[in-house]
């Protein structure tokens, strides 16, 4: 039960606001933006996505630059408001298209719609697209997407910087094109989160992927759709059987995932048989299926740390990045993180003779080296060289005292599973 919803933009402008139970003070989203802005509590740089203040619970997720943001005064279950906030987006975005300040600003009377049908005094009633199609009846301005920067494939994961799942983005489910004609078009994207963890030699302590096979659908009369995985994958290879049937099949397959779930509109009749799924799509975005990987797979990059002292006061930090995956492939928005020792003063740094696109920095605040690559080209090597100062002398082992390095980064048309839809 939520009391209040609301889209703040980076600048903490109210875009959409509601408030359904009347409970909480009307400037909570002032309160909510001050707070997330100026954050520095239990030595964290952002807010987490819960938090409390003077008794209101506030929950927030960031979608393509915007705050989603809930209040409730109850204690609500927060991974149900979180959930909630990424499918309200998901019905906007499927009903408008375009997902950003400009299109809501434009439609607001569609999402002030959408929003009195998604949630009743506070309770969820539904976030399909396809039932809000018989209450909705608001036609969307759509927004020209040629002057949208084209961005990758990885919404449904990460939060806040740019993103966009696709082409399908751009084109609203109840929308027709100019003319009156009906789009006849269905968009597929495999989406991998990859979590790998290396020792301070290089070897892989943990690997992990969490997938999803997303689908868009503008075909008109409901056909039905039979999408074909590869023919070698196997599921419940792992530790722990697949969750969707018992007839599980274990085996040695390229493709082994842990386990997996679908979308209550996938058939299963034939996937023992061809590993093919049957379903009759509904409308907007939705996942067909959730996967789990686990056992060992090549991660596409490899981070070579050196630290080495360099005097009383001095020692000289080398990173080296190595692009595990094929030349035609790029890795974009590419940022490295690296703690430093707490008596770190100050940090110079060195990059390779004609490096572009890349930025440096020291955050003195909580001893932090960030490292940022606008892309990185498959096979390819990057080196950063930095000196530090000190305000004591070493008295440990400095290797100790700072990491571990961590790196995120987008890949497009590259999965580490090698999980495919044939056709």
Not at 32 to 51: L, N
Not at 81 to 92: G, K, M, N, P, S
Not at 166 to 177: L, Q, R, W
Request: hydrophobic share 40%.
């Amino acid at each position: 039960m939520i009391s209040q919803f609301f889209v703040l933009s980076q600048r903490g402008d109210s875009i959409v606001f509601r408030d359904y139970r009347g409970e909480v003070p009307k400037g909570s989203a002032e309160i909510f933006f001050r707070k997330v802005k100026f954050w520095k509590e239990d030595g964290q740089e952002e807010a987490p996505p819960v938090f409390n203040v003077d008794g209101v619970n506030y929950f927030h997720v960031k979608v393509v630059g915007l705050f989603f943001v809930a209040t409730s005064r109850v204690n609500v279950s927060p991974s149900l408001v979180l959930e909630l906030l990424q499918r309200v987006a998901r019905v906007i975005k499927d009903y408008l298209g375009i997902l950003n300040e400009d299109s809501l600003r434009k439609n607001f009377v569609l999402v002030y719609e959408l929003l009195d049908e998604v949630i009743d005094f506070g309770y969820v009633q539904t976030t399909s697209t396809e039932l809000l199609k018989s209450y909705v009846f608001n036609e969307p301005i759509v927004i020209d997407a040629g002057r949208l920067q084209p961005l990758n494939p990885a919404t449904i994961f990460t939060q806040g910087t740019k993103r966009m799942p696709g082409m399908a983005v751009t084109k609203s489910v109840v929308a027709n094109e100019p003319g009156g004609r009906k789009r006849e078009e269905i968009f597929v994207d495999i989406i991998e989160k990859i979590s790998v963890t290396f020792s301070s030699s290089g070897y892989i302590l943990t690997s992990e992927i969490d997938g999803t096979i997303q689908m868009k659908c503008y075909l008109t009369g409901n056909p039905e759709i039979r999408l074909a995985l590869n023919e070698d994958l196997s599921i419940g290879g792992g530790s722990g059987r697949s969750v969707y049937d018992s007839r599980s099949s274990f085996g040695s397959g390229a493709v082994m995932l842990d386990d997996c779930n679908f979308h209550e509109s996938v058939r299963l009749d034939n996937f023992d048989l061809d590993r093919t799924l049957t379903l009759v799509p509904p409308d907007g975005e939705f996942p067909v299926m959730n996967y789990r990987l686990t056992q060992e797979f090549k991660p596409p990059f490899r981070i070579n740390t050196l630290i080495e002292e360099a005097g009383a006061l001095k020692a000289e930090v080398i990173l080296k990045i190595s692009a595990e995956f094929p030349s035609s492939i790029t890795a974009n928005a590419v940022s490295v993180q690296m703690p430093l020792p707490k008596y770190t003063t100050r940090a110079t740094f060195e990059l390779e003779p004609g490096a572009i696109g890349q930025t440096t920095d020291f955050k003195e605040a909580n001893k932090r080296l960030e490292w940022g690559l606008n892309k990185i080209v498959g096979g390819s090597e990057h080196t950063l060289r930095a000196k530090l100062a000190f305000s004591r002398e070493l008295h440990g082992n400095i290797t100790k005292e700072a990491g571990p390095v961590s790196m995120t980064f987008t890949i497009p048309m590259y999965n580490a599973s090698r999980l495919q839809v044939s056709h």
